[in-house]
């Protein structure tokens, strides 16, 4: 009879329910919300629905993203699953290849046609600078600072490369998760502020139809801004050297199945991976502390602000352009592609059912993918981060 109840006792003590503390159990509470948003209503859930997941079972599990180890009798011991897929976050491989197969999905055609467009872009990416400086005032040091900054991007693997590359791997949970959660939400809160920034006359202004860009130009691009990018800012090479290769892979048109993989069977299984990987390192310990707080305020102010400069700075070329420029497309500078062009899109289209925005939106949309991996290349040159 001992026999038994001691063997009862050992499974039950092995349980999770014997383990988990109060904030495992609100972590969990907030993985099956994000799981909800994702599969409800569909806020990027190819992103949340691995994030969301990666959570709830590092909150179950802890010992899934534990670390190697070697113990007192010499014996070495495996990791967690997934501190394996964490380990090439921190390396920066999986963001690198994320951006490889956005640049093999994106179509640059409506940057080329439109080069303003980078202005849109540029000024989109004055909500990190806002961001950093508040994260400085709120205590952060300087690179903890610039990794939190990168969230006003709106762009996910940006964010996990430049927290890896300054140093901030305590850091890069949250970082990752408030900049897709930020991605995510694009639908929920960039509209009220377009709308605040913009009137109706504004919202229903009709753009030219952008012209046709040849072979030679899609090909050039990609070589074109590697080259001169990269001779600026050498350390942005990982990104924009990647990005612009999926590109190159896209339109040189000699190389399909190249393209084929980058954009489908490697970005998905690349997107499981980081997303799980992402999600597992918000464990309650990590997570449910005041710094995180702070990394979500600032997240949402960065991407705020960066979503109203972008329409302000739209605003601006439609006076100077004598009402050519719909502002609404400035707001799709920020790097959640293809997704904050679709918003500039649906807004327009509100105001006017026969408005089509969306291939204007798409050349800021680019180019704020590019200029957030500037301002991470900037912020790795003044930290000295080779």
């Given at each position: 009879?001992?026999?038994?109840?001691?063997?009862?006792?050992?499974l039950l003590d092995q349980t999770a329910f014997m383990n988990l503390?109060?904030?495992?159990?609100?972590?969990?509470?907030?993985?099956?919300?994000?799981?909800?948003?994702?599969?409800?209503?569909?806020?990027?859930?190819?992103?949340?629905?691995?994030?969301?997941?990666?959570?709830?079972?590092?909150?179950?599990?802890?010992?899934?993203?534990?670390?190697?180890?070697?113990?007192?009798?010499?014996?070495?011991?495996?990791?967690?699953?997934?501190?394996?897929?964490?380990?090439?976050?921190?390396?920066?491989?999986?963001?690198?290849?994320?951006?490889?197969?956005?640049?093999?999905?994106?179509?640059?055609?409506?940057?080329?046609?439109?080069?303003?467009?980078?202005?849109?872009?540029?000024?989109?990416?004055?909500?990190?600078?806002?961001?950093?400086?508040?994260?400085?005032?709120?205590?952060?040091?300087?690179?903890?600072?610039?990794?939190?900054?990168?969230?006003?991007?709106?762009?996910?693997?940006?964010?996990?490369?430049?927290?890896?590359?300054?140093?901030?791997?305590?850091?890069?949970?949250?970082?990752?998760?408030?900049?897709?959660?930020?991605?995510?939400?694009?639908?929920?809160?960039?509209?009220?502020?377009?709308?605040?920034?913009?009137?109706?006359?504004?919202?229903?202004?009709?753009?030219?139809?952008?012209?046709?860009?040849?072979?030679?130009?899609?090909?050039?691009?990609?070589?074109?801004?590697?080259?001169?990018?990269?001779?600026?800012?050498?350390?942005?090479?990982?990104?924009?050297?990647?990005?612009?290769?999926?590109?190159?892979?896209?339109?040189?048109?000699?190389?399909?199945?190249?393209?084929?993989?980058?954009?489908?069977?490697?970005?998905?299984?690349?997107?499981?991976?980081?997303?799980?990987?992402?999600?597992?390192?918000?464990?309650?310990?990590?997570?449910?502390?005041?710094?995180?707080?702070?990394?979500?305020?600032?997240?949402?102010?960065?991407?705020?602000?960066?979503?109203?400069?972008?329409?302000?700075?739209?605003?601006?070329?439609?006076?100077?352009?004598?009402?050519?420029?719909?502002?609404?497309?400035?707001?799709?500078?920020?790097?959640?592609?293809?997704?904050?062009?679709?918003?500039?899109?649906?807004?327009?289209?509100?105001?006017?059912?026969?408005?089509?925005?969306?291939?204007?939106?798409m050349g800021p949309n680019v180019a704020g993918v590019i200029g957030t991996a500037v301002a991470a290349g900037t912020?790795?040159?003044?930290?000295?981060?080779?």
């Amino acid at each position: 009879m001992s026999y038994i109840t001691t063997t009862l006792a050992n499974l039950l003590d092995q349980t999770a329910f014997m383990n988990l503390t109060w904030g495992n159990y609100v972590m969990i509470a907030v993985a099956c919300v994000f799981l909800y948003l994702a599969i409800r209503h569909e806020f990027e859930p190819l992103l949340l629905v691995p994030i969301a997941f990666g959570m709830l079972l590092v909150n179950i599990y802890p010992d899934i993203m534990a670390e190697p180890y070697t113990d007192a009798l010499g014996v070495e011991h495996a990791g967690g699953l997934l501190h394996y897929f964490y380990v090439m976050d921190e390396w920066s491989i999986l963001p690198s290849l994320i951006f490889m197969g956005v640049g093999a999905m994106t179509d640059f055609g409506p940057l080329i046609a439109n080069p303003k467009s980078f202005l849109l872009g540029a000024a989109a990416q004055i909500g990190i600078y806002c961001a950093y400086f508040l994260a400085i005032l709120l205590g952060f040091n300087g690179k903890a600072a610039a990794a939190i900054s990168i969230i006003g991007g709106a762009d996910g693997p940006t964010s996990i490369f430049l927290a890896g590359k300054l140093g901030q791997s305590g850091l890069m949970g949250p970082i990752a998760v408030a900049a897709y959660s930020y991605m995510s939400l694009v639908p929920i809160i960039q509209p009220p502020i377009m709308k605040l920034l913009t009137t109706e006359e504004e919202r229903k202004i009709k753009m030219e139809q952008l012209r046709p860009v040849s072979k030679l130009e899609k090909i050039l691009f990609p070589i074109v801004i590697t080259v001169v990018v990269c001779l600026l800012l050498p350390t942005t090479a990982p990104l924009v050297g990647m990005l612009m290769l999926g590109n190159l892979f896209r339109e040189s048109g000699v190389v399909k199945q190249l393209t084929e993989t980058a954009s489908n069977a490697m970005m998905y299984i690349v997107v499981i991976l980081l997303g799980t990987s992402v999600g597992a390192t918000t464990s309650a310990e990590a997570f449910l502390n005041m710094n995180t707080i702070k990394i979500v305020i600032l997240g949402l102010v960065a991407f705020g602000c960066g979503t109203a400069a972008g329409v302000l700075f739209g605003k601006l070329m439609c006076k100077l352009s004598g009402g050519k420029i719909n502002p609404l497309i400035g707001s799709a500078g920020v790097s959640a592609v293809p997704m904050a062009a679709r918003v500039s899109q649906k807004v327009g289209a509100e105001a006017d059912p026969t408005n089509f925005l969306l291939m204007h939106a798409m050349g800021p949309n680019v180019a704020g993918v590019i200029g957030t991996a500037v301002a991470a290349g900037t912020f790795m040159a003044i930290f000295g981060v080779k």
